[in-house]
């Protein structure tokens, strides 16, 4: 059977332990004998993967040989399967509606500007009509723009209008292509986490069918892009993770029996190398952070988890002291794969700013430090640099000024239980018209929606309390993780809640509360070991809730796609009053 979110519980290891001790060893205990576990360090540093019982493969007749082969390949075919319905979902039919929906208004055209003038500028009023008559044939203007958002999510928005043209399927691909791999990194990330593909492949499938993560995967919106490069940093930083423990596996000795031991000495002074994946973490970080500035609270945040996780892999291998191992070989390592890189990327992603011309005729306060800017302290800066750093200063008080009202606005408090969706676009047709159909009777809706699904949304609320249970009383790093990557996204956000805010801002935690659904699901199966009764009545169980999840998701398809629907089947998905 695969295993499950509790197959790591502490008391079960210990029993396990404990099996594989000689008897005469078990019955001396009663004297006060106590001998060492046998259990092999190693598998504690880098733990086994589960395989499906042989008793799947017997039941339906596959040799040994194909047995195994299939269980190798499910580790990337099961992944792959996932995305590829997911992608088939996100780019069917893409370019509907064919209309600048929401803050579409705002990306889409800021991303062409950057393609063309390397900086944002300030488009005419009727300029969205112009762009959906001319399928974007119309003139770029060359006056800088005031945008309060880095460029780095809007130049990846404005790779799929170079590519298809400025028209909604080409500002809409980039999004529509990292959510479908995001599906991807959130299997391997989970099949890494549970040590299961089977867990691993229903992560990614729970996200493949969340309404919230969908609507942002087919809208071209910066926070689906943050989505993207926050999961990928901390699917590099899980790798890392595998890869430094499996150094300190390899370092410590064998014992006579063959089993490795732990070493004090070796578990504080090997030292883990340049680790890639941990550069890679901060590369992600970046381009992060050069998307929306809320990824800060993620680069303190996986920084703080990646030194945990060294503690504890040190600890493991025997460190007697590990906090002062990993400050000593881990610390300065972990800031340089981190701090710099990120500061790094995030000013190579202003590139087009920075060499546009400081005469007037260039970015938005790029001129700043040659006219308002002279003198002062900080003259011995190049003038690109200081006239960024007043030009972020103003955008700073901006965002945690901003406070006009909007429709759609919602405090971070209602968000996990999707009191106030986003409604990105809404229309009301008349019956044979845009889809509606003739015999409707009344008008039709066509909106598109940004509401998560809301059986695994309200399912998430109970695994967001599993995991911190979990966590808090089973020491569970994988229920640790899960959660820090929830708080990053979610906590933060109390902190402004006077500010206009909205809850498609969420999407960044998406994925972490599939993988505590995911999680919790697999604890409802049953840890193994369990009886056949037991793993029958949970596995039903799951079953039930991961059906649910799906029917809920179709049922709401129309209106996270914007197709037009009688208006009293668009009013019974409209759950609660505030929806509307």
């Avoid at 195994?68 to 996100?90: D, F, I, K, Q």
């Avoid at 799951?542 to 197709?563: E, K, M, R």
Wanted: include cysteine.
């Amino acid at each position: 059977m695969t295993s499950t979110a509790s197959s790591t519980d502490t008391r079960q290891g210990q029993a396990a332990e404990e099996d594989q001790r000689p008897s005469w060893q078990q019955r001396l205990r009663r004297f006060g004998y106590t001998a060492g576990p046998t259990i092999d360090v190693r598998d504690r540093l880098v733990p086994p993967y589960a395989e499906p019982s042989p008793r799947i493969w017997t039941t339906i007749g596959v040799r040994h040989e194909l047995a195994e082969r299939l269980t190798r390949w499910s580790a990337w075919v099961g992944p792959l399967l996932v995305t590829l319905v997911a992608g088939l979902m996100r780019f069917w039919n893409l370019g509907n509606p064919k209309a600048v929906i929401f803050d579409e208004t705002y990306y889409a055209k800021d991303a062409w500007a950057l393609f063309n003038r390397g900086f944002e500028v300030n488009w005419a009023k009727d300029a969205n009509d112009l762009i959906l008559q001319g399928d974007g044939n119309v003139r770029i203007p060359t006056d800088a723009a005031y945008v309060v958002h880095p460029p780095v999510g809007k130049y990846v928005i404005g790779l799929g209008e170079w590519m298809f043209g400025f028209n909604p399927f080409g500002w809409r691909f980039m999004t529509a292509v990292l959510g479908t791999l995001s599906v991807l990194l959130l299997c391997r990330i989970g099949r890494r986490l549970f040590r299961s593909t089977f867990l691993g492949c229903l992560a990614g499938t729970l996200m493949a069918v969340d309404g919230l993560h969908f609507v942002m995967s087919r809208t071209a919106l910066l926070d689906g892009v943050l989505m993207f490069f926050i999961l990928a940093a901390f699917g590099c930083l899980v790798v890392d993770r595998d890869r430094s423990r499996a150094r300190l596996a390899a370092a410590l000795p064998p014992d006579d029996d063959g089993f490795a031991r732990p070493d004090a000495h070796l578990a504080e002074t090997t030292r883990l190398g340049w680790r890639p994946w941990r550069w890679m973490a901060g590369l992600m970080l970046g381009l992060a952070l050069g998307t929306k500035w809320n990824a800060l609270y993620f680069l303190v945040a996986f920084g703080v988890l990646a030194l945990l996780w060294d503690v504890g892999s040190r600890r493991v291998a025997g460190a007697r002291h590990p906090y002062q191992a990993v400050l000593k070989r881990d610390t300065g390592i972990t800031f340089l794969a981190t701090v710099p890189v990120v500061i790094a990327t995030y000013l190579i992603s202003w590139t087009g700013w920075i060499l546009s011309p400081d005469n007037g005729k260039g970015g938005y306060f790029r001129n700043w430090a040659v006219t308002d800017g002279k003198g002062g302290s900080f003259t011995w800066l190049p003038d690109w640099l200081r006239s960024l750093w007043h030009y972020e200063n103003q955008v700073y008080d901006f965002h945690v000024g901003l406070s006009s009202p909007h429709p759609y606005q919602s405090n971070p408090w209602s968000w996990i239980v999707l009191g106030r969706p986003v409604s990105y676009f809404y229309e009301s047709p008349a019956p044979g018209k845009d889809g509606c159909p003739t015999d409707a009777g009344e008008k039709c809706a066509r909106e598109v929606l940004a509401l998560g699904t809301p059986l695994l949304w309200w399912a998430a609320c109970f695994a967001i309390l599993y995991v911190l249970w979990r966590w808090a009383f089973r020491r569970d790093w994988r229920a640790g993780a899960i959660a820090c990557g929830i708080a990053a996204g979610y906590l933060p956000w109390f902190l402004y809640q006077e500010r206009t805010i909205f809850f498609f801002y969420a999407v960044v935690f998406v994925p972490f509360l599939c993988l505590a659904v995911a999680m919790m699901i697999g604890a409802i199966i049953g840890p193994p070991g369990s009886t056949e009764r037991r793993r029958v009545i949970g596995a039903t169980a799951a079953g039930v809730l991961v059906l649910l999840i799906a029917w809920n998701f179709i049922y709401f398809w129309p209106i996270y796609t914007g197709q037009a629907i009688p208006i009293d089947s668009w009013r019974s998905r409209m759950w609660l009053d505030t929806w509307v």
